[in-house]
């Protein structure tokens, strides 16, 4: 199971004394957390994609994660999300299988579709559209990052002839992809379909809803024919705030959480804390949290937190990276071990990717032979042909 | 009609403790319950009080986070096979908080579901603030508003007058709901008699294939009653990728 922390790069005031760092500064505020990610033991760092204030998260995140790539040995980077409704998918693959080889196969991505409506029509795209975008383009971009000399036409794109990207993916092994989405069921059956991992970001949303969501992709992936619905890829989103003490990390967290653009002025932070993931207290109380996710979702292969937004102090964001380095995801690789069964995977990497493309085992989109998939499709057909017969 | 049953869901604003809000919510109900009663139908009865869900609400328009019992409340209502609203006028409308549960509950939440509007209010002058207000809203959100809504001033409840011409308009609005929701709840099953051939239903069930043919046609027979509403997370009713790729 791997752990890392994610970030929006929001630039936001700090409400409790008024300054806001430049723009320039947080971008290197970013590295420095990302660097320092690394530095005490966590294993990913993943940012978002964006395009308009009051955000620094890149607009186009390889820059960014290459950058990182060249400061750290063994940081595993991803995105959080890329957009694949309103980012050209060849520039996708060409961008990514670069920073891909630069990082020596660190590189991992969670597609979203974006949930700004006037962005779209930045990039000649329509929200209306985001899931058809979200279908067609990722579909393209599975075939770039495969296929040579592609031919290939669309709804949303100019067509192609005899494309080859380049450069290819580092030994001929795409970066992982993970499908992340909140509440689309369409998102979760994609991610099934194609054998990817599926991340929920459920840090505003109620255990119950995201427990339905994973048990939905877990049971498509199973019939699919990936592996069984308890093999599935899942990641999750956490939002955590610490202090030894339970009460002092309330009371400092409490101004960031009472004016955060996303939820503040509205829900109180305890029935934030009871109703969502977020755990704002001592590192015990974050542990016993995060390990309860897996009563739910079962066991998984991704968990990042959020913890550098609201306006934080950098300060602040670094003593939080120095809390989960040391007190907790120690005690956390420990306690999700236990009792994990040992046909559960590991959370994918570049040597384990490149091991299964080696062994034949890459996932078949759609399902292959001895799927429950492949014969309802071969089922399908010989009733289609029945009745064809029936009919001449 | 052969015996059945139906579940009636009051979703109520009273701001106070025994409001004249909750004391007609009850009336409606109970004549609903006589009016099922003589035609052989049982009727059950929940109420939602809006005023426990305010504070949901507002953080749910801030932040769009639903808490557990927002989220439970919207599904009754979902579930239910009718709905009475009743809620007190304020300026001519129905109580802020009260359309804000309306306008935050998902779309289509009331389909094929008959629904009763009713309102009290200080004078009756503000006796149309449910037609003019509620009704396009709940029929946007695919209600059936039966004709009938029921308005209760203070005058109402003053009078013996006032009191029978209150009790025949709720009878009336009562027997609108309940017989309405009977033919809907039978042409219901007479729709999922249709859609699921049970020669093909249970096997296709139990291979766990997630055909778009048996969308809205859930085993244990949720069609019919609110049936716009599909449970999009359950595996059976997922659009195969396949067909998403086509577009």
């Known amino acids: 199971m791997e752990f890392g922390i994610f970030t929006i790069g929001d630039v936001t005031s700090d409400p409790t004394d008024g300054t806001t760092v430049s723009e320039h500064q947080r971008i290197k505020n970013t590295v420095e957390i990302a660097k320092k990610v690394e530095e005490v033991g966590l294993d990913v760092f993943a940012t978002g994609q964006h395009h308009n204030p009051p955000f620094v998260a890149p607009a186009n995140p390889p820059v960014l994660l290459a950058n990182i790539a060249a400061q750290t040995q063994r940081l595993q980077l991803s995105t959080a999300t890329t957009l694949i409704t309103t980012t050209d998918p060849v520039r996708i693959a060409e961008d990514y299988s670069y920073a891909q080889h630069l990082s020596d196969g660190r590189i991992s991505l969670i597609m979203g579709r974006g949930n700004t409506g006037p962005v779209y029509p930045w990039f000649g795209k329509d929200i209306r559209a985001g899931v058809p975008l979200a279908v067609e383009n990722y579909n393209l971009l599975y075939r770039l990052w495969r296929e040579k000399n592609l031919d290939w036409e669309g709804k949303f794109r100019t067509p192609l002839n005899g494309f080859t990207v380049t450069p290819t993916p580092l030994d001929e092994v795409p970066p992982f992809v993970w499908h992340g989405s ?195 499709r071969q089922a399908r057909a010989s009733e289609a042909a029945k009745e064809g017969a029936e009919q001449s | 009609m052969s015996t059945t049953t139906m579940t009636i869901v009051a979703v109520t604003t009273s701001l106070s403790e025994d409001s004249t809000t909750l004391k007609l919510t009850d009336r409606i109900l109970a004549s609903a319950t006589s009016a099922g009663e003589s035609v052989g139908i049982e009727v059950n009865t929940e109420v939602i009080n809006i005023r426990d869900l305010a504070t949901a609400l507002s953080d749910m328009t801030l932040t769009g986070f639903r808490s557990e019992a927002l989220e439970a409340a919207f599904a009754a209502v979902v579930e239910a096979d009718a709905v009475v609203s009743v809620a007190p006028v304020y300026k001519v409308a129905p109580v802020g908080l009260h359309t804000l549960f309306w306008q935050l509950i998902d779309e289509k939440a009331l389909a094929r579901t008959p629904v009763l509007i009713a309102s009290t209010g200080g004078t009756p002058r503000h006796s149309l603030a449910g037609e003019s207000v509620l009704r396009p809203m709940l029929a946007y959100l695919k209600g059936v508003v039966v004709p009938t809504t029921v308005f209760a001033a203070t005058d109402d409840w003053g009078s013996s007058e006032g009191g029978r011409a209150l009790s025949a308009r709720i009878r009336q609005a009562a027997e609108e709901v309940v017989s309405l929701t009977a033919t809907l709840i039978g042409a219901g099953k007479g729709d999922l008699a249709e859609v699921a051939d049970p020669e093909t239903s249970d096997a296709q069930f139990a291979s766990g294939e997630g055909a778009g043919r048996a969308r809205g046609a859930g085993q244990d027979g949720r069609v019919g009653r609110g049936g716009g509403i599909v449970d999009e997370f359950d595996p059976a009713n997922v659009t195969p990728f396949a067909q998403l790729l086509e577009g």
């Open chain 1, 182 to 376: 909140i509440r689309s069921p369409e998102i979760a059956e994609q991610a099934a379909y194609y054998g990817d991992g599926f991340f929920h970001n459920n840090i505003f949303w109620p255990t119950s809803h995201t427990a339905r969501m994973v048990q939905l992709y877990r049971q498509r992936y199973e019939y699919y024919g990936h592996g069984k619905a308890s093999q599935a890829i899942v990641g999750l989103g956490g939002q955590v705030f610490m202090r030894k003490n339970s009460q002092d990390a309330v009371r400092e967290f409490r101004p960031y959480f009472d004016n955060a653009p996303v939820y503040g002025h509205g829900p109180s932070l305890e029935d934030f804390s009871t109703q969502t993931p977020l755990t704002v207290g001592s590192p015990q109380q974050v542990i016993e949290r995060t390990l309860s996710f897996r009563d739910w979702a079962g066991d998984y292969q991704r968990q990042l937190f959020l913890i550098d937004h609201a306006g934080l102090p950098q300060k602040t964001v670094l003593e939080q990276l120095d809390l989960l380095g040391e007190e907790v995801i120690p005690v956390l690789r420990e306690e999700f071990a236990k009792g994990r069964p040992a046909d559960v995977p590991d959370a994918p990497t570049h040597e384990s990717l490149v091991i299964r493309h080696r062994e034949g085992r890459d996932p078949i989109p759609g399902g292959g032979e001895g799927s429950r998939a492949f014969e309802d």
